[in-house]
């Protein structure tokens, strides 16, 4: 069993940045990776970001690459968000979320996942 408490929600300006963390506890940090997600209430889940085990391979849909970047503290037990160049269409809940499956990195579906934050809220304003 894995709990995850995502922090960091806001409001900003486009173009500006927030840093999203993930505290979690339980299970051993280091034994799953890590992935973000982003839903908005007319659309599925958006894979946004994902982080390895041992943080050495991270992978980012295209639409976030070279604005965000993942990332993990093994001894804090938690990870992180960094959310740069900021648009609107950012707007949305974002949610970690953890993968206990060791083969197949990137895990880039919801369905990969075992388990989810209760998200939060990101809001950009034009």
């Known amino acids: 069993q894995v709990q995850l408490v995502e922090s960091g929600e806001g409001l900003v300006q486009a173009g500006g940045s927030l840093r999203l963390s993930c505290a979690a506890s339980g299970r051993t940090f280091s034994t799953y990776a890590l992935g973000w997600f982003r839903q908005s209430p007319v659309k599925e889940r958006e894979f946004v970001a994902a982080?390895?085990?041992?943080?050495?391979?991270?992978y980012y849909a295209d639409s976030v690459k070279g604005r965000f970047t993942i990332s993990r503290d093994n001894a804090k037990i938690t990870a992180y968000l960094q959310m740069n160049s900021l648009k609107p269409e950012d707007t949305t809940v974002y949610y970690c979320a953890t993968s206990l499956r060791r083969l197949g990195f990137p895990h880039v579906g919801a369905y990969e996942y075992d388990y989810w934050g209760q998200g939060t809220q990101v809001t950009v304003s034009s």
């Open positions: 982080i390895s085990r041992s943080g050495d391979s991270t």
